[in-house]
Every structure is written in structure tokens, then in C-alpha cells.
């Protein structure tokens, strides 16, 4: 389970799943029931990054099937799936936000300051892609991405109270997209330059095809028409490479 851990915030690669997947069948030969729920919570989060949404669906019924009702990492993992993956099919946030309620209560209950900021990144990466889609398809709103911002901030003081780095680089890069969408083109070409490149895992690299289009976006605006082109070639040539 731990293995599973440890590949899971390197690289969200799959191998991370298949270990999770070892760690509960490992625990019901040992009739262990906690961690069959906790396994499969996270195996749930797995298939939810991994599109694989009917074994995400069927992973969180046996997680909260297995769940006592003060296994807090468990229910609160599997309902920040649940949240996550209901934001990210386009429910309303008012509608999400009592599902991130429940999952901070978890936390509070548990003492996992930790799960509390995964919880704040989460939330924050799916409003910002819906945002950017928004402002994209010629819908911006402005006043939930000043909003989002304002969040963003209040990720990163907790992150920097808790010394909490294995995040630390998405809250500047996210504020860098808001500001794509609030035609803030200067601030976003400078905290892009200022962390794109600094991008250390294999899971965070796999962003940087997104990061660099926002940049030449941005960069063409202020006339800046090579940089622009460069960038969006880059950008295009990792996508063609599956990166």
C-alpha cells in the first residue's frame, strides 16, 4: 500500500494502481477490512485519473462498503472522488459543495491537515479547467476567477504552514491560467517562466503541453509573435508524443 503511495505522488503512474489493487487483496486474505476500504479508496482515485470510470464507480462502493464509520482517511479519499469526479462532470459548485464539506469533516476528524490541502488543490484544479473552458468557448466569468484566485492564496499559506512541497507547484501555475483568462497577459507570461520549467515529478512534466499554450497564448497577445509560435510548436510536438 505504501509502494502504492509512493508511485502515486511521483507520477500518478499506473503502477500505482496495480499496487493498490495488491495492497487489497493482500488485505482480505488477512481479513482485514480497513484497509480492503482504504485500498480501494485510493484505487477509486486511480481509475477517476485514469478515465476509467465504471471501475472508479464500483472501486468506491467497496471502498465505503468496507468503511467503519470512523474510518476517516477511508470515507474521506472515496468522497473526494466522488466530489471531484462530480465537479468534473459539470455539476454545479453549489451542488458539489456539500460533498467537499463532508470531505473536510473527515479530515478535521482524522487530524489530516495534509488531506485538507489535497482537498483545496483538488478543488481548485477543476474550477480553474472549468473556468478556462469557459473563457475559451466565449464565456468568461470574471467574478469567479477573482474568487479562485483569492482561494488560491488561501492554498498556498496553508501549504507553506505546513511545509507541504509535493503540491507547491500548482498554486502558481494555476493563478498563471487564471490570469490567461482575466487577459492578465504580462503576470501570466512571468509566473510561467517563473515555474514551468521547474515542473519536478513525472506527473507534474505531463502538464507542461498546457503550460506552454497558455504561454504562447498569452505571449501572442503582447506581440510577442516568435516567442508565441515557438512556444506553441513545443506545445504541440509534446501532445503529438503522448507528453
Same mark, same amino acid.
Given at each position: ?21 495488491? $495492497? ?42 468496507? $468503511?467503519?464509520?470512523?474510518? &476517516? ?8 472522488? @466522488?466530489?471531484?469526479?462530480? @465537479?468534473? $462532470?459539470?455539476?454545479?459548485? !453549489? ?24 482537498? *483545496? ?7 480553474? /479547467? ?57 503576470? $501570466?507570461?512571468? *509566473? ?6 521547474? *515542473? ?9 503541453? /498546457?503550460?506552454? !499554450? ?10 510577442? &509573435? &516568435? ?17
Amino acid at each position: 500500500f505504501v509502494d502504492g503511495l509512493v508511485d502515486h505522488f511521483d507520477s500518478m503512474s499506473r503502477g500505482a494502481r496495480d499496487k493498490f489493487v495488491s $495492497a487489497r487483496e493482500q488485505a482480505k486474505l488477512a481479513d482485514n477490512q480497513r484497509l480492503q476500504g482504504l485500498s480501494s479508496a485510493w484505487i477509486a482515485n486511480c481509475d477517476f485519473n485514469l478515465r476509467r470510470y465504471d471501475d472508479m464507480h464500483d472501486a468506491l462502493l467497496q471502498a465505503v462498503g468496507c $468503511a467503519m464509520a470512523d474510518d &476517516h482517511g477511508t470515507l474521506a479519499r472515496a468522497r473526494l472522488v @466522488r466530489a471531484d469526479a462530480s @465537479r468534473y $462532470a459539470g455539476l454545479d459548485d !453549489a451542488l458539489v459543495a456539500p460533498l467537499y464539506t463532508k470531505v473536510h469533516q473527515h479530515c478535521v476528524a482524522d487530524g489530516d491537515t495534509a488531506m485538507i490541502s489535497a482537498l *483545496l488543490h483538488n478543488r481548485a484544479l477543476l474550477q480553474t /479547467t472549468l473556468l478556462v473552458l469557459d473563457e475559451v468557448f466565449g464565456a468568461p466569468r470574471q467574478e469567479e476567477q477573482l474568487r479562485t484566485l483569492k482561494e488560491l492564496e488561501s492554498t498556498g499559506n496553508l501549504d507553506r504552514g505546513l511545509g507541504n512541497d509535493a503540491l507547491n507547484f500548482k498554486v502558481p501555475l494555476l493563478r498563471a491560467e487564471l490570469c490567461v483568462t482575466l487577459q492578465r497577459w504580462g503576470e $501570466a507570461v512571468e *509566473l510561467f517562466n517563473a515555474h514551468v520549467d521547474q *515542473l519536478g515529478t513525472q506527473y507534474a512534466k505531463r502538464l507542461t503541453a /498546457t503550460y506552454q !499554450a497558455h504561454r504562447a497564448w498569452s505571449l501572442w497577445q503582447l506581440g510577442a &509573435h &516568435h516567442k508565441a509560435l515557438d512556444d506553441a510548436e513545443q506545445a504541440a510536438s509534446m501532445i503529438r508524443r503522448g507528453g
